[in-house]
């Protein structure tokens, strides 16, 4: 697609509930990024995936949270048990290499009532 | 450790009066440099980047940022804003020879454009 897509916009959910999240890349971007921005911690990195190699998971803030991408193209970040400090704008970049920049898409604003 | 700092939380210009948004970074080697810019509900935008060579960067929206190794400096430079600049900027690192695209983001400064 023209840009990174994500799903849905925004989403209301009641403490310790799942959600999922979706990301659609650009396409023929191989690296997809999620990052997660809140008020207290600003922009932080929560996972990446590269092609078929492993994701680098070291930012994820807890094993409440999980992401997979099938086929090289779309993710999901799953949060479990969403808790209030959950709340915030997750965000999905896609990427064809440093050069070229990452791509940001919308976000996906999560409140945890 | 390992830091990314925008001194400025809110910055207010008149429209049509130049810009300059601080950025210092804190790391041991030069690393990738970004300057993003988000308008309310939207995701990030790539202003520009520095990777290596002429320290003087142009982006788009007529902006450019200057790098300086010294200073361990990147700051935004716009000659004239305009009214529909005004959004949050924040600039960004990425250490050379980590993870791809693992960015690490300054707070960001927001900035208000009277007309």
């Known amino acids: 697609g023209a840009g990174v897509s994500q799903s849905p916009s925004n989403k209301v959910t009641e403490k310790g509930k799942d959600v999922e999240l979706r990301c659609d890349p650009i396409?023929?971007?191989?690296?997809l990024y999620w990052y997660r921005q809140s008020l207290g911690q600003g922009l932080e990195f929560l996972i990446y995936?590269?092609?078929?190699?492993?994701?680098?998971k070291s930012g994820l803030p807890s094993d409440r949270f999980s992401a997979e991408r099938t086929g090289g193209s779309v993710s999901t970040l799953t949060i479990q048990r969403t808790q209030q400090e959950d709340s915030a704008v997750y965000l999905c970049?896609?990427?064809?290499?440093?050069?070229?920049?990452?791509?940001f898409g919308s976000g996906t604003r999560l409140t945890v009532v | 450790a390992q830091s990314v700092t925008q001194p400025d939380i809110h910055i207010t210009v008149s429209e049509g009066a130049s810009l300059e948004l601080r950025c210092n970074y804190s790391?041991?080697?030069?690393?990738?440099l970004f300057w993003y810019v988000q308008s309310p509900g939207q995701g990030l935008q790539l202003l520009l980047k520095?990777?290596?060579?002429?320290?003087l960067v142009q982006g788009i929206k007529g902006f450019e940022a200057e790098f300086k190794r010294s200073q361990s400096s990147f700051n935004l430079r716009k000659p004239s804003v305009h009214w529909s600049d005004a959004a949050e900027y924040f600039c960004?690192?990425?250490?050379?020879?980590?993870?791809?695209?693992?960015?690490?983001f300054g707070r960001g400064t927001q900035l208000t454009v009277w007309p």
């Open positions: 970049a896609s990427s064809r290499g440093r050069v070229e920049g990452y791509t």
């Open positions: 396409s023929g971007h191989t690296a």
């Open positions: 995936f590269q092609g078929n190699s492993a994701p680098d």
């Open positions: 960004a690192v990425e250490a050379r020879g980590s993870t791809l695209g693992r960015l690490y």
């Open positions: 520095y990777f290596s060579g002429d320290t």
């Open positions: 790391y041991g080697a030069t690393p990738y």
